[in-house]
């Protein structure tokens, strides 16, 4: 099953390596990673996706906790209703009948345009991945110059925070 | 007090209460070699290569229980290095390396000496630093020995950039008496409520079984452990790892378990119903084949880690805490019960029958010494009360299986990580620890060449080791397993040109000798022991054809051991 795992680390050098060393030595998949500082900037917080069975995500759980700079780690696919959000950047070529049809796709994604020249589009997009993936479906991979994508973020819904 | 970096790492030492430090300097650790130069608190031992180094320094931790220090330069000295610190890691061990580093400067330069030493040794340290600053140095030598030595124990990397070290830039240096850290805070108590349920599974077993590991070692429970072996009358068994926790002569005792355990303590791996596994992690060489294992049971599991539990084998009752600890609530709640018998009376009749089968028994008329004998001899030669280290090889498990260890901590190898050049050098750290005791390394012809030069160290320092040489002229290991599964094509095991290694010995300063009978082996080992203040080496002249067994081989069960050369399976 997919996971979306928060972790809290101390913000040290190297904490980013000792999270991907890791999963690498171990084997363990990892589908996406963000890494940024959060309100207290002495600590980081990560939003990990990975899959794997009921043994593997505790295995993963249980070694990321081991991780003696970790103060936290939340699998939040395990904790009730959560909110996950991507941004994508994406430059489309826009040129003839294109431009139209990519101004009204955006609009129905609620997707923004960003940047503009006589012959592409930058735009700018969040929302899970799902919806990402629809929108790079609905332009074609052909129209498509690049795309960058930020990994997910996950959070969990209702008052209480991580700590 | 104003202080240098290279002074505080040593007055942090100090304050430590480290007495002994192996090391081998170097340009990025000078700094620090003055100052040590400059005290005589702190012992500095000079070995002979930086693998020794940490070997040495986790023989004197597993002797002691106390963390073991090595002190290593940058780039090829780090590397040297790592060997002994995944060794530590594999089997847990308390250790702190300090390295030296490039001035930070330079880092990321590829100046010369410049390894990342914090990236190549992360995978294999419970924790590593790169000091950034020299304010940061004491309290980041503090972390290092508190993460090294509490919950999980294990080797902790300190990499200092020299310019840290500098001897003329000074700070107010003051120890830190307690540390602590938010994201770092280990279990130590079992859980009361598992506890109470592992103990009514217990006293409803009708085939009990305990299997303890390193855990129980490390965490100093072997009186805990004792007490509820015997007060429950439970049979038990001991990984390689586990071995002295509980005395072996004892008539609960069923011998190791795994790979090459008794035909006794597999079986009754294979058909208890409640296993009771404490400080040990279902290691590949114990379980056998995975799906095979413990086919019958239910388990409890009392381990200071959470992760290792339901890592390879899925726990029915887990207990996370100090093994110690929870095995003294196992005893204040059993107490309180009326009613504390256990009839398994019929249960021990069928482990006896096992017994009787006397799966270790080997060819005791044989005109040549049979490494089983010698292994015997050496516990009657030394009334089975010294401390034995080990290389890797048959001569390992000859040495696990044919000296049974009584007393926790006398029994030093490495099991996990199966670090041949282990032996001497981690012999030579517990004779630094008590060099009143008896400390002999019972090693092979393969094995001892990869750490020989630590014989100098060992006439440096006066370290009278004694070193067992079971010499069957084969990587006996490997040449087992090319018998067994590639029909016997010896590829690259024969250990040609090996030195005259009395000759060697001398060399260093030491008494050598080589015995081929097995009549002359008692009277020599006798000799070699009375010469308290040298080190010996005896060149014993093995059997090269003799295997280890019993054998558990890929793929099979606790119950399908190989017995002798000709037996089926069983
Ligand atoms: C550093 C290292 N390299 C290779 C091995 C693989 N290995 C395991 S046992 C063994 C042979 C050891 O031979 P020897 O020391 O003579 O012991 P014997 O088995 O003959 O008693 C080898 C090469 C190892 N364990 N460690
Ligand atoms: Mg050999």
Redesign the pocket.
Known sequence: MRHIISILMENEAGALSRVAGLFSARAYNIESLTVAPTEDDSLSRMTLVTRGSDEIIEQITKQLNKLIDVVKVLDLSDNGPIIEREYMLIKVKAEGNLREETKRLADIFRANIIDVTDCSYVIEMAGNADKLNAFIDSVGNEHIVEVVRSGALGMARGAKGIL | MELSGAEIVVQALKDEGVKHVFGYPGGAVLHIYDAIFQQEDVQHILVRHEQGATHAADGYARATGKPGVALVTSGPGATNAV?GIATAFMDSIPMVVITGQVPKPFIGSDAFQEVDTVGITRPCVKHNFLVESLDTLAETIKKAFYIATTGRPGPVVVDIPKDITDPNIKIDYQYPEKISMRSYNPVVKGHLGQIKRAIDLIMKAERPVVYTGGGVVQADAEKELTQLVQMLNLPITNTLMGLGAYPASDKQFLGMLGMHGTYEANMAMHETDVLIAIGARFDDRVTGHIEKFCPNAKIIHIDIDPASISKNVRVDIPIVGNVKLVLKDFLRVLNEKADKSLDISGWWQQIDKWRSIDCLKYDTQSEIIK?QFAVETLHKVTNGDAYITS????????AAQFYPFDKSRRWINSGG?????FGLPAAMGVKMAFPDAEVACV??????Q?CIQELATCKQYDLPVKVIL???????????WQEFFYDGRYSN?Y?DALPDFVKLTESFGHVGMKVEKPGDLEGAMKEAFSMKDRVVFMDVIVDPTENVYPMIQAGKGHHEMQLSPDSEMI
């Open positions: 060997t490494p290389d890797v090889g048959q001569h390992q498990m000859f990580l199966g670090t041949m050049g090693t092979g012809e393969a094995s001892i990869m079971l010499n069957n002229g084969y990587m006996g290991m490997v040449r087992q095991s250990v």
